[in-house]
């Protein structure tokens, strides 16, 4: 059963303040992947019982992200180029394997949506600029452009 989860580390580790942007459950739901802001943090719990399995920082803010279970793979919205593409992987050193950039053309930074498509092989991507785009994630180029705008 869910219960009430405290992101903030127990009292035997060093307190920090931290925004959680996002979380994505994983590994069958067996597990909990949670993204922080600022820290540039992703940390991993098993969900029975609640225990940190893994914590991995990356080089980038964390604006948003999207996981997509079957391909085990993660995008964040970076806050400075667009979007990285990582893989989760088993080795204790790496658990999360930067596989390439999306480049997207931003106005202000903002944080944006992106989602995985059904297949986790396109990334839909919001902009601030009033586009959407769809990426294809294996060749980094933009499949189709969506815009909202006067006269539409």
Same mark, same amino acid.
């Given at each position: *059963? ?5 992101a903030? $580390? %127990? *009292?035997?580790? *060093? ?8 979380? &994505?459950?994983?590994?069958?739901? =067996?597990?909990l992947? !949670?993204?922080? /802001?600022?820290?540039?943090?992703? #940390?991993?719990? +098993? %969900?029975? $019982? ?11 803010? #964390? @604006?948003?992200t999207?996981? &997509? ?5 993660? /995008? !964040? ?5 667009? !979007?990285? %593409? ?5 080795? $204790?050193?790496?658990?999360l394997?930067h596989?390439?950039k999306? &480049?997207?053309?931003t106005?202000?930074?903002? #944080?944006? @949506?992106?989602?995985?498509? %059904? ?7 919001? @902009?601030? +600029?009033?586009?959407?785009? #769809?990426?294809?994630?294996e060749?980094?180029? $933009?499949?189709? !452009?969506?815009?909202?705008? =006067?006269?539409?």
């Amino acid at each position: *059963p869910l219960r009430y989860f405290i992101a903030d $580390p %127990v *009292p035997d580790q *060093p307190s920090h303040r931290a925004l959680a942007r996002s979380c &994505h459950f994983f590994n069958n739901g =067996k597990s909990l992947m !949670v993204c922080f /802001l600022d820290s540039k943090e992703v #940390i991993a719990w +098993n %969900v029975s $019982p609640w225990t940190r399995i893994w914590r991995y920082k990356l080089v980038t803010r #964390i @604006g948003s992200t999207a996981y &997509h279970d079957t391909t085990q793979s993660l /995008l !964040v919205w970076n806050l400075h180029d667009g !979007v990285d %593409v990582y893989r989760m992987c088993d080795s $204790p050193t790496e658990r999360l394997l930067h596989v390439r950039k999306l &480049h997207i053309k931003t106005c202000d930074l903002r #944080i944006c @949506g992106i989602r995985f498509d %059904v297949t986790g092989s396109a990334a839909i991507v919001g @902009g601030d +600029n009033g586009e959407v785009s #769809i990426w294809n994630i294996e060749s980094a180029k $933009p499949m189709q !452009v969506l815009s909202h705008g =006067k006269g539409m």
